[in-house]
């Protein structure tokens, strides 16, 4: 039986509260256990999560919308991710920050507080790259949906690498391989997917490779190409 197209929306809605659940899942010892009065935690954290929060609920509410054909409104919130975006990557690299300095006042090796940048830093332009394509594609919404679903994949990371260390107790570095490796994994088969049922799979393609790189620059870390970029890029902070 042929999938109808708001069940293909309702499925993409899917994909995004899935990976809220996720997110939930692992932020919920670290994090919203301590609601409401979140002590020790700093402003950028919550700005971060605020921002996390509302682009998840864009990428759930979103297909919903196309689904019931209230395009009209759809097209309003979607102008809501031009600001939602962009914070949303200065509150990554703010994180970032936040986690090299605590890293050196801990009396960590340079070398490590560096290494440790390749997890974030990453995220960052993959992100970038990925919502570009989308807004690029706008107009061809096979396409627009298939970059912004690789946006979504690149959140499982935050809350299954905490869940890994929490609940599993894995060593933090293992749970970050584990979890970025999943992620590329999960963007290969939507793209063999794609393949298989002779659709255009170019745009799962693209979003497979680019969900690689930070799989790649993780297991890199301590070279010396990332340890020359990384220096590079602590000097911002």
């Not at 919203?32 to 402003?43: D, H, N, Y």
């Not at 994180?95 to 974030?120: G, H, K, W, Y």
């Not at 293992?174 to 992620?183: N, Y």
């Not at 290969?188 to 799979?201: C, E, G, I, M, P």
Request: net charge positive; aromatic share 14%.
């Amino acid at each position: 039986m042929e999938t109808t197209p708001v069940a293909k929306y309702e499925r993409v809605s899917l994909i995004g509260l899935g990976v809220l659940i996720i997110l939930f899942w692992g932020f919920y010892r670290t994090y919203i256990v301590f609601f409401p009065a979140f002590e020790g935690f700093q402003f950028v954290q919550h700005f971060h999560g605020a921002l996390m929060l509302l682009w998840m609920g864009l990428l759930i509410i979103q297909p919903l919308l196309i689904a019931r054909k209230k395009h009209h409104i759809h097209k309003l919130i979607g102008k809501a991710s031009f600001v939602v975006a962009p914070l949303l990557i200065i509150s990554i690299f703010l994180v970032s920050r936040m986690t090299f300095q605590r890293n050196l006042s801990q009396d960590a090796p340079m070398s490590d507080a560096i290494a440790e940048l390749a997890l974030n830093i990453p995220a960052i332009f993959v992100f970038i790259i990925l919502y570009a394509l989308a807004v690029l594609n706008t107009k061809r919404t096979y396409h627009h949906m298939r970059y912004m679903i690789g946006t979504a994949l690149l959140m499982i990371g935050p809350g299954l690498g905490r869940a890994l260390i929490i609940y599993f107790e894995m060593p933090p570095p293992v749970a970050v391989s584990i979890t970025l490796g999943a992620i590329a994994l999960i963007g290969v088969a939507f793209f063999v997917s794609d393949l298989v049922k002779k659709r255009d799979y170019r745009p799962f393609l693209i979003v497979a490779c680019v969900l690689t790189l930070p799989a790649l620059t993780w297991e890199a870390r301590y070279t010396a190409a990332w340890q020359v970029v990384g220096e590079m890029i602590a000097k911002l902070y």
